[in-house]
């Protein structure tokens, strides 16, 4: 697709609705005054000088993303142009940052069956994003693939998680096994240039490998390599996403709150957890958007969950991000939203023109309580379905946002990615804790080093055996 001109930008421009976070629809017990915004503007500012002043340092490094890759977009084109010539899988090896986000654009940009559509309609590898150590996937993965025409592409940043670790030396064997000096013709690796041990392993066994910029975390990682070189393998126009993002970047480049999305958002979410806010359900009311909602997940809660802030102080800050799906969930979660507490602050994520339109048949003509739904589109019903949750959420004094993207494509994707991930940035400020780091993560880690003897973890080793042992009396 060709670049965009502004009037093309413009009419793909996300919007973001905040009304019925706001007390004239929900109440002043739950929602907002314009005086309370007013006085949190203050809030607001702070964090967006801070995001400001950091943007493109430290673990920010993300947000230059849109801007500084030119030369490896194109080696990432060359690459996947390659892949599909001689390959018919593409299966990533990599967990949380290095799989959410390439699962999260593979499921909005691809076919919604492209894995099953035949070689003729597919026009790209079939792409499996292997992101568990479960044995029975493992096996179950290697039941379906033919290794001669299939390329790995191990994502790890660290270069020793254990569930990437463990999946690369798996299938290398293999590889090896079978292939010979052949082997790397395979397997790419994603890793950091200057840490861990892929970048070690890579360079000995002479494999192609992209690298993970020093200030890009796993969760902030989908618009560099890691998810850019899945999303090409599988025809996304990786360009236009990054010029989304960059679009997005330049939108959210105010701190005016009524044209800034990312930073009202954050601050709405923000006021929100102050109510007792304690969770925050993603909606999409789109299956292409489905896994949209598990990266956001990650992304919001590895970011925000911080025992302490940047002054050392306990604060146990954060929001449980919950998925949900439109309209799927409206059966399975909407009593709880609209009825159970008060904790949570639901986004909706709106499509405003889905890719297909399917009409619902004639039938049932004498059956009027079914004979209603004839003649409309199933885009029509979910259209409808969505007004309708949005409506029985504020009725019910249920705080609630809706973001609509005017179509699902590479750019709107490459907006809302960027935007979640300021929004991040500005929440993180707002609670003065540090949104980059993960000790949690490397607490689980560290544990299954100890578990497996790992030099270096011997310490924990003692720790986990010295514990209260388990009562047998608790165990039934
Ligand atoms: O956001 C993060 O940094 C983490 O969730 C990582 O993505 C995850 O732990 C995997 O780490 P790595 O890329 O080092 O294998």
Request: charged fraction near 25%; aromatic fraction near 8%; glycine fraction near 8%.
């Given at each position: 697709?060709?670049?965009?001109?502004?009037?093309?930008?413009?009419?793909?421009?996300?919007?973001?609705?905040?009304?019925?976070?706001?007390?004239?629809?929900?109440?002043?017990?739950?929602?907002?005054?314009?005086?309370?915004?007013?006085?949190?503007?203050?809030?607001?500012?702070?964090?967006?000088?801070?995001?400001?002043?950091?943007?493109?340092?430290?673990?920010?490094?993300?947000?230059?993303?849109?801007?500084?890759?030119?030369?490896?977009?194109?080696?990432?084109?060359?690459?996947?142009?390659?892949?599909?010539?001689?390959?018919?899988?593409?299966?990533?090896?990599?967990?949380?940052?290095?799989?959410?986000?390439?699962?999260?654009?593979?499921?909005?940009?691809?076919?919604?069956?492209?894995?099953?559509?035949?070689?003729?309609?597919?026009?790209?590898?079939?792409?499996?994003?292997?992101?568990?150590?479960?044995?029975?996937?493992?096996?179950?993965?290697?039941?379906?693939?033919?290794?001669?025409?299939?390329?790995?592409?191990?994502?790890?940043?660290?270069?020793?998680?254990?569930?990437?670790?463990?999946?690369?030396?798996?299938?290398?064997?293999?590889?090896?096994?079978?292939?010979?000096?052949?082997?790397?013709?395979?397997?790419?690796?994603?890793?950091?240039?200057?840490?861990?041990?892929?970048?070690?392993?890579?360079?000995?066994?002479?494999?192609?490998?992209?690298?993970?910029?020093?200030?890009?975390?796993?969760?902030?990682?989908?618009?560099?390599?890691?998810?850019?070189?899945?999303?090409?393998?599988?025809?996304?126009?990786?360009?236009?996403?990054?010029?989304?993002?960059?679009?997005?970047?330049?939108?959210?480049?105010?701190?005016d709150l009524k044209k800034n999305p990312a930073l009202i958002s954050a601050l709405l979410e923000y006021l929100s957890m102050q109510k007792g806010?304690?969770?925050?359900?993603?909606?999409?009311?789109?299956?292409?958007?489905?896994?949209?909602?598990?990266?956001?997940?990650?992304?919001?809660?590895?970011?925000?969950?911080?025992?302490?802030?940047?002054?050392?102080?306990?604060?146990?800050?954060?929001?449980?991000?919950?998925?949900?799906?439109?309209?799927?969930?409206?059966?399975?979660?909407?009593?709880?939203?609209?009825?159970?507490?008060?904790?949570?602050?639901?986004?909706?994520?709106?499509?405003?023109?889905?890719?297909?339109?399917?009409?619902?048949?004639?039938?049932?003509?004498?059956?009027?309580?079914?004979?209603?739904?004839?003649?409309?589109?199933?885009?029509?019903?979910?259209?409808?379905?969505?007004?309708?949750?949005?409506?029985?959420?504020?009725?019910?004094?249920?705080?609630?946002?809706?973001?609509?993207?005017?179509?699902?494509?590479?750019?709107?994707?490459?907006?809302?990615?960027?935007?979640?991930?300021?929004?991040?940035?500005?929440?993180?400020?707002?609670?003065?804790?540090?949104?980059?780091?993960?000790?949690?993560?490397?607490?689980?880690?560290?544990?299954?080093?100890?578990?497996?003897?790992?030099?270096?973890?011997?310490?924990?080793?003692?720790?986990?055996?010295?514990?209260?042992?388990?009562?047998?009396?608790?165990?039934?």
């Amino acid at each position: 697709m060709a670049r965009l001109n502004d009037k093309m930008r413009k009419a793909l421009k996300l919007k973001l609705d905040y009304n019925n976070m706001m007390a004239d629809y929900v109440g002043e017990e739950q929602g907002f005054t314009d005086a309370e915004l007013k006085r949190a503007k203050s809030i607001a500012d702070k964090a967006f000088e801070t995001v400001k002043a950091n943007r493109g340092q430290g673990m920010m490094g993300w947000t230059e993303l849109p801007y500084n890759q030119a030369e490896i977009v194109e080696d990432i084109i060359a690459t996947a142009k390659d892949i599909k010539k001689k390959f018919d899988n593409f299966v990533v090896l990599g967990i949380g940052g290095s799989a959410l986000g390439p699962t999260a654009v593979f499921q909005a940009l691809c076919h919604l069956r492209h894995n099953e559509l035949p070689k003729s309609k597919r026009k790209a590898p079939k792409l499996y994003v292997e992101d568990n150590v479960d044995p029975e996937r493992m096996v179950a993965l290697l039941d379906v693939l033919d290794l001669e025409k299939t390329m790995f592409n191990v994502i790890t940043k660290s270069g020793s998680t254990s569930e990437t670790m463990s999946q690369y030396l798996i299938i290398m064997d293999l590889l090896k096994k079978k292939f010979g000096d052949k082997a790397k013709d395979h397997m790419i690796a994603t890793t950091s240039s200057n840490k861990g041990n892929l970048i070690k392993i890579a360079k000995q066994e002479g494999l192609k490998t992209f690298y993970i910029p020093d200030g890009v975390g796993g969760r902030f990682s989908e618009l560099c390599p890691v998810g850019l070189l899945p999303a090409a393998v599988v025809g996304v126009d990786i360009k236009q996403m990054l010029d989304g993002a960059a679009y997005m970047d330049k939108i959210c480049s105010t701190k005016d709150l009524k044209k800034n999305p990312a930073l009202i958002s954050a601050l709405l979410e923000y006021l929100s957890m102050q109510k007792g806010k304690n969770i925050s359900v993603m909606m999409p009311y789109a299956d292409s958007l489905k896994y949209i909602a598990d990266w956001y997940c990650q992304l919001w809660g590895e970011s925000l969950g911080k025992s302490v802030d940047k002054e050392g102080n306990l604060v146990y800050a954060g929001q449980t991000p919950v998925k949900a799906l439109g309209v799927t969930d409206q059966h399975s979660q909407i009593q709880l939203y609209r009825e159970g507490p008060f904790d949570k602050v639901i986004t909706l994520i709106a499509v405003e023109n889905y890719r297909k339109e399917v009409e619902i048949s004639e039938g049932c003509k004498d059956i009027p309580d079914v004979s209603f739904l004839c003649g409309h589109t199933m885009n029509e019903l979910i259209t409808s379905e969505r007004i309708a949750t949005e409506y029985a959420l504020t009725t019910a004094q249920r705080l609630n946002y809706t973001i609509t993207l005017p179509e699902v494509n590479a750019f709107t994707i490459g907006e809302l990615l960027y935007m979640f991930e300021l929004e991040t940035a500005y929440a993180g400020a707002m609670l003065n804790i540090d949104t980059f780091n993960q000790p949690g993560v490397e607490g689980g880690k560290n544990a299954t080093y100890a578990l497996f003897g790992r030099k270096g973890y011997e310490e924990t080793k003692k720790e986990m055996d010295n514990a209260t042992p388990k009562k047998a009396d608790y165990i039934i």
